[in-house]
T-cell receptor
Framework: DAKTTQPPSMDCAEGRAANLPCNHS???????VYWYRQIHSQGPQYIIH???NNETNEMASLIITEDRKSSTLILPHATLRDTAVYYC??????????????FGGGTRVLVKP | KAGVTQTPRYLIKTRGQQVTLSCSPI?????VSWYQQTPGQGLQFLFE???????NKGNFPGRFSGRQFSNSRSEMNVSTLELGDSALYLC???????????????FGPGTRLTVT
């Protein structure tokens, strides 16, 4: 699986959009971008994933650049409960490689009132 | 729908002992993965089980083993415990390969193991 690079930490104001960048310059054509987050003392939580098109669900939006070398997770209206460590993961499809997730250091996001 | 459950939630063991941790996946989920989380190494994949077979394995010594039962429940065992095995052990379940939404893994709250 390709390696990802994320800033170690960032702050965000409550109610504002939080934009979390992820660099994955060595991504292969069949690798997906996944985002998970881990709130303190809990297990990681799946947020969203995408291949090359932008994706949106009830939690967040995922913007993938045209060359797929980077992506941005957008939390549209951050709340205090969004304070967590956010992990960007790049991986091949489940059918090819099973459910192994390779977590990096993630970005520690602190939402401030 | 009940989430992933892990037992026990907390455990204290002594060096040299062995420990067994249990994971019950979400009903209908057939794939179970295990992860170790430590402050120094972060989240690391241990192994994955599907249909009672180990499908994937991470880079951990043979002291770490697991199994899955016919009802998809899984256990992991660590023998000859070392101080460095102190960690949060997380279990994740998913529908399994071939399922449309198999990419979503649902994690349990974890078992915090302390080795003294």
């Amino acid at each position: 699986d390709a390696k990802t690079t994320q800033p170690p930490s960032m702050d965000c104001a409550e109610g504002r959009a939080a934009n979390l960048p992820c660099n994955h310059s060595t991504i292969s054509g069949n690798e997906y971008v996944y985002w998970y987050r881990q709130i303190h003392s809990q297990g990681p939580q799946y947020i969203i994933h995408g291949l090359k098109n932008n994706e949106t669900n009830e939690m967040a939006s995922l913007i993938i650049t045209e060359d797929r070398k980077s992506s941005t997770l957008i939390l549209p209206h951050a709340t205090l409960r969004d304070t967590a460590v956010y992990y960007c993961i790049v991986r091949v499809p489940i059918k090819a490689a099973g459910n192994k997730l390779t977590f990096g250091g993630g970005t520690r996001v602190l939402v401030k009132p | 729908k009940a989430g992933v459950t892990q037992t026990p939630r907390y455990l204290i063991k002594t060096r040299g002992q062995q420990v067994t941790l249990s994971c019950s996946p979400i009903s209908g989920h057939r794939s179970v993965s295990w992860y170790q989380q430590t402050p120094g190494q972060g989240l690391q994949f241990l192994f994955e089980y599907f249909s009672e077979t180990q499908r994937n394995k991470g880079n951990f010594p043979g002291r770490f083993s697991g199994r899955q039962f016919s009802n998809s429940r899984s256990e992991m065992n660590v023998s000859t415990l070392e101080l460095g095995d102190s960690a949060l052990y997380l279990c994740a379940s998913s529908l399994g390969p071939g399922a449309e939404f198999s990419y979503e893994q649902y994690f349990g709250p974890g078992t915090r193991l302390t080795v003294t």
